[in-house]
């Protein structure tokens, strides 16, 4: 059972776009939610991180909205670059070992 | 110098063998896990060890045995290996729990199981 539903699949975003990913918990013991990048043919590797008190964090062009009463988070990327293409997972964690993902978006950005 | 390294990159193998994926890490975390990633990329996690002790156990098929010598090793052995055991295998380490900064996940480059 998927802990940690994302959406979309995928998407494609013409260069100098914002491209956003939606994610959704049920789980309230969850209080840290990070964002990870994937490129092809290698791991995923840590993009940026939310925790729950706070309702937004930027960095450079990325940025986590969170809406804690709706159990809901999203990745935004402003001005997206061909750079930029690429699988991101969101996840949440209840402050153990397990870090749950989603199901991943591929992101298309077209020059 | 690679900070999460497994080996081999590249396994494919007849139904029925057995293999091993070794995995090493030189960042001196106490954690350290096995995730696996299907054909539609979804990541879950298999087990983790910490100080090489088995902490998560998630539902996997005995066929698969985790092992770790050392902090710095978890290794992984498939027996009897089926069609639906293709699929690309993470290993990843992190300092403390997964809780805030210091909680990031370290992930190798993956071992890629091609079961024919």
């Known amino acids: 059972q998927q802990q940690v539903k994302q959406s979309p699949q995928s998407l494609i975003v013409q260069k100098g776009g914002i491209s956003i990913i939606n994610c959704a918990y049920e789980?309230?013991?969850?209080?840290?939610f990070p964002w990870y990048q994937q490129f092809p043919g290698k791991g995923p590797a840590l993009l940026i991180a939310i925790r729950p008190d706070v309702s937004e964090k930027k960095e450079g062009r990325f940025t986590i909205s969170f809406n804690k009463s709706a159990k809901q988070f999203s990745l935004h990327i402003m001005d997206s670059q061909p750079g930029d293409s690429a699988t991101y997972f969101c996840?949440?964690?209840?402050?153990?070992?397990?870090?749950?993902f989603g199901a991943g978006t591929t992101v298309t950005v077209r020059a | 110098d690679t900070a999460v390294s497994q080996t081999p990159k590249y396994l494919v193998t007849q139904m029925g063998n057995d293999k091993s994926i070794k995995c090493e890490q030189n960042l001196g975390h106490d954690t350290m896990y096995w995730y696996k990633q299907d054909s539609k990329k979804f990541l879950k996690i298999m087990f983790s060890y910490n100080n090489k002790e088995l902490i998560i156990n998630e539902t996997v098929p005995n066929r698969f045995s985790p092992k770790s010598p050392d902090k710095a090793h978890l290794n992984l052995h498939i027996n009897s290996l089926e069609l639906g055991d293709s699929a690309v295998y993470f290993c990843a380490s992190s300092q403390e729990r997964i809780a805030g900064e210091t909680g990031e996940l370290f992930f190798g480059e993956g071992s890629r199981l091609t079961v024919l």
């Open positions: 789980n309230t013991a969850f209080d840290y």
């Open positions: 996840a949440a964690s209840k402050g153990d070992y397990k870090l749950s």
